[in-house]
């Protein structure tokens, strides 16, 4: 089994490692590489998955990585129901990425298409080391890997001011959250003496509660910065300056979600602190809520997702916030699927309109790319929880768990947002795909792509509209299998175990979210194909919210002001002007004057004239003669 | 019978005064002459000790050393001329490149 | 202390007083004929007091023969003249050599090698002795000699070569 779990991690790194080294030998060449290096991985996680779900689990050390005294860190894999179910997804989902990045990226330089390949491996390398890792250390590693995969394929146009921006802003933002991280980690390897999942879990109960509170709030603080949740989230949209399978594969389906598998992974730790599983739960809501407002008005078809994206991680943090980390992980699960798919159709519009973006531009698509619009529309019925594609199953969980565990504010948010989810997802679509044309000469240059581009779509739409189903399975479904790993732990403390769906007033709030979803789509549908109410006129009645929506709350502008420009005129007054220029400068200046004194000063020793250094020898053999006579 | 102090004491002094000609003189080839002088020394107690034990060694150890003495004469005079040739002169104060 | 003894000390002297003009006397050439005298007295030191024949003859051979005539060819050579000679030996210099030499020798003396003891009755040593201990034991560092006079030799032709 151990070999299977290096296979998976190692055969990424050698794909990487080898479009990495030879760039320029492998050019156009680079996919048929770097695909087969994620799609053997994928089989092989069918295959470990196979074994899991057949009772196997596998946690051991291959290597030790750190072993200094008491303090031992190996490099070891944790293969269970939660890192099988990791690295399915991750895997498939990379696997169509990859393939149909071979179609987007054909307009690149040889060499930027072979990079692209290799920094597409190395995250999901990362992404693998960070859901197998058996300890906090080890995860820590491909939490940092990720992120640094991320910054560099958001800055892959790094020419664009913009995308090195972007990079920097969601390089610095998630350093923020690691801080958070870094130092929970210290906290549990002071009180438990041990970074290992196994150890921590074992001895967790010695935590006192103030103490567990604060550990698992500085991991949420990680998970915050790296799962985009209030208030950390602002680098998302802006990381849509990467290309879009990226945006696809790591800012939707597989990087933003660590956050919550760390999460679900440290849930004997949250368990322990209700608090910080209450804190969990309202940050997600408030999260959920407060990005889909802003999707409701943006007219940019990536940021729009980007947003729907933050929205759909705060509904999974509510999942394991209101500890149903299996409905959580659930919707991660289906989510990846779904909201991957939406981000290569994206992707499909942008690549045949050459890079437009701009929804006000688009309409009536749909005769054009009937294989994406269609795609399309099944990833929002997905996402807006239309039974029975896979995001209803999902999202329906997590909202009855929060119903049932009496969390009925944070229902209510979910089932607005719900509402607002299906809303602007159909506003996107009715104004990309359908209705009159509004740009004459974009929709000329419309086109179809090729096969190698719409096939992924349309087995990732196969997918959003299937998995769902995987719920249905015997012994409690999807839900039920993860559960084998998250109840062992503690002991059915949670909540209306199996799906839940036949619980009494499940079929009410099932209702309930399908109306709701439905409400959205017909809203949409009302204002942006009949025009009644028109969305010019709403939008002159509610100018001030509209404006602030579009402006995204101002917190970008709230962020720099408290945060960037007084650091910014800190360091440019005081850490540049005196402490580097006077201080640092000085003492390295004073050091460098120091040695030329010295230097001056000795230097006299050498007079170039030779019975002077044959003095130096005599009188050196008095010393040595005269220790030898005292001693 | 001569004590072999005695023949201690005049290697150490013939030594003693080849090393206070490389101190105070300034002709290369002189001071050469003087490091000979206490190869020359060194070579009277090697000798003194092997008369003292009756033992071989001591001889060895000096044909040894005027093997290196002339190994020294070779590279050493090969220099001097170089120097000379290249200063118009053998007083060691000549060479003032390494002075600082 | 008996005739022998007596000259003994006279030779010693001697000896010592050559080694004296090899540093005192300002003519390179007058040195050198100091040091040939102080070599060549070494030599009857070896053959008379220390029962050392072979040594003395190769101290004839080898350091007067070779390596003096060779270093006096170089100062002949060098065409040394009179007023070219403009060393002063008596200079502080000489009185802080003095005084180095002065402690040195009182360190030496205070080291006390000086195990007392007379050297033994006169057993010659023979070049026989010699050559049964230096092609045996001794056989490797006297072919390390051979290659270090080799190299020497390459090296001063290296040295003197017209362009430098």
């Known amino acids: ?631 | 019978m001569i004590p072999v102090s005695w023949i201690f004491a005049l290697s150490v002094l013939v030594f003693a005064t080849g090393a206070l000609g490389v101190l105070i003189r300034k002709n290369a080839i002189v001071m050469f002459l003087c490091i000979e002088l206490m190869l020359n020394g060194a070579n009277i107690f090697f000798v003194g000790v092997s008369k003292m034990r009756g033992a071989a060694e001591g001889h060895i150890f000096v044909l040894f050393m005027m093997a290196i003495a002339a190994a020294e004469a070779a590279i050493g005079m090969a220099i001097i001329t170089a120097f000379y040739r290249r200063k118009g002169g053998v007083e060691v104060d000549r060479a003032d490149l390494m002075k600082w | 202390m008996g005739i022998y003894e007596l000259s003994f000390i006279a030779f010693g002297l001697i000896v010592f007083l050559s080694g004296v003009g090899v540093v005192a006397l300002k003519n390179p050439v007058h040195s050198a004929l100091a040091l040939l005298a102080n070599l060549t007295l070494t030599a009857v030191l070896y053959l008379s007091y220390l029962s050392a024949p072979f040594l003395g003859v190769v101290q004839i051979i080898v350091y007067v023969g070779a390596i003096l005539v060779f270093i006096l060819f170089v100062i002949m050579l060098m065409n040394v003249r009179k007023e070219d000679i403009t060393e002063t030996l008596l200079s502080p210099r000489l009185l802080f050599g003095l005084g180095a030499v002065v402690v040195f020798v009182a360190q030496i003396l205070a080291l006390n090698i000086f195990v007392s003891g007379s050297a033994q009755g006169a057993k010659y040593i023979h070049a026989k002795d010699i050559a049964d201990l230096l092609f045996t034991k001794y056989v490797l560092p006297f072919e390390l000699v051979s290659v270090l006079i080799f190299a020497a030799a390459c090296g001063a032709i290296a040295l003197a070569k017209k362009r430098m």
């Open chain 1, 1 to 631: 089994m151990l070999k299977l779990i290096l296979a998976v991690i190692l055969i990424p790194l050698a794909g990487a490692m080898i479009n990495g080294l030879f760039c320029w030998k492998t050019k156009r060449k680079a996919h048929l590489i770097a695909v087969p290096a994620i799609a053997i991985p994928a089989v092989i996680s069918l295959v470990l998955f196979w074994k899991v779900a057949h009772g196997q689990r596998f946690d051991g050390t291959f290597y030790w990585w750190i072993s200094v005294g008491n303090f031992r860190i190996p490099i070891g894999f944790l293969l269970d129901e939660l890192s099988a179910v990791m690295i399915v997804t991750v895997t498939f989902v990379a696997t169509w990425i990859h393939i149909y990045s071979i179609g987007y990226m054909d307009h690149e330089t040889d060499r930027g298409y072979a990079k692209y390949f290799c920094y597409l491996n190395f995250f999901v390398f990362f992404m693998l080391t960070l859901v197998l890792a058996n300890n906090y250390l080890l995860m820590f590693v491909g939490w940092e890997g990720v992120g640094l995969c991320s910054y560099l394929l958001i800055g892959y146009w790094y020419e664009k001011a913009s995308a090195a921006n972007a990079g920097m802003k969601a390089f610095i933002t998630n350093r923020v959250g690691d801080f958070g991280f870094m130092i929970a980690l210290f906290l549990l390897y002071k009180h438990l003496g041990s970074l290992i999942y196994h150890d921590v879990f074992a001895s967790a109960h010695e935590l006192t509660l103030p103490l567990a509170t604060l550990i698992t709030l500085l991991l949420f603080m990680g998970a915050t910065g790296k799962s985009a949740q209030i208030p950390l989230y602002v680098w998302l949209p802006d990381a849509m300056e990467g290309p879009t399978p990226v945006s696809s594969l790591i800012h939707a389906a597989t990087m933003v979600t660590a956050g919550v598998y760390m999460v679900a992974r440290s849930h004997v730790l949250y368990n322990l602190a209700p608090f910080s599983m209450e804190v969990v739960a309202s940050i997600g809501a408030a999260t959920a809520m407060f990005a889909a407002s802003m999707a409701l008005v943006n007219n940019d078809l990536k940021r729009v997702l980007a947003y729907s994206t933050v929205s759909q991680l705060g509904y999974m943090f509510v999942g394991v916030g209101v500890g149903a980390y299996a409905a959580g992980v659930f919707h991660l699960f289906t989510h990846a699927f779904f909201k991957g798919l939406m981000f290569l159709c994206a992707g499909s519009v942008m690549h045949a309109l050459h890079g437009e973006l701009d929804m006000q531009k688009m309409g009536g698509l749909y005769n054009k790319m009937k294989i994406t619009a269609i795609t399309f529309i099944i990833g929002a019925l997905a996402i807006s929880g239309v039974p029975p594609l896979a995001g209803f199953w999902s999202k329906d969980s997590i909202l009855h768990h929060a119903f049932v565990s009496g969390h009925k504010i944070i229902w209510f948010v979910g089932t607005v947002t719900a509402a607002m989810t299906a809303f602007y997802m159909f506003r996107l679509i009715f104004l990309t795909f359908f209705g009159e044309p509004r740009d004459k000469h974009i929709y000329e240059i419309a086109h179809e792509n090729p096969p190698v581009m719409t096939i992924p779509l349309m087995v990732l739409a196969f997918f959003s509209a299937t998995v769902g189903l995987l719920a249905l399975l015997p012994g409690g479904g999807f839900e039920g299998f993860l559960n084998r790993l998250f109840e062992a732990a503690h002991h059915g403390a949670e909540h209306a175990a199996h799906g839940g769906h036949e619980a009494g007033g499940a079929a009410v709030l099932i209702l309930i979210s399908v109306l709701v979803a439905f409400m959205g789509i017909g809203l949409a549908y009302a204002m942006y194909m009949k025009h009644t109410p028109d969305p010019k006129k709403l939008t002159e009645r509610f100018r001030p919210i509209y404006t602030l929506l579009y402006n995204r709350y101002y917190v970008d502008e709230l962020y720099f002001a408290l945060f960037i420009n007084p650091t910014v005129g800190i360091s440019r007054h005081v850490l540049w002007k005196i402490v580097d220029v006077l201080i640092i400068d000085g003492i390295v200046n004073g050091v460098a004057r120091l040695c030329s004194l010295v230097g001056n000063l000795i230097r006299k020793i050498h007079t170039g004239f030779i019975p002077d250094y044959a003095w130096a020898i005599l009188v050196g053999i008095i010393i040595v003669c005269g220790l030898k006579i005292i001693f």
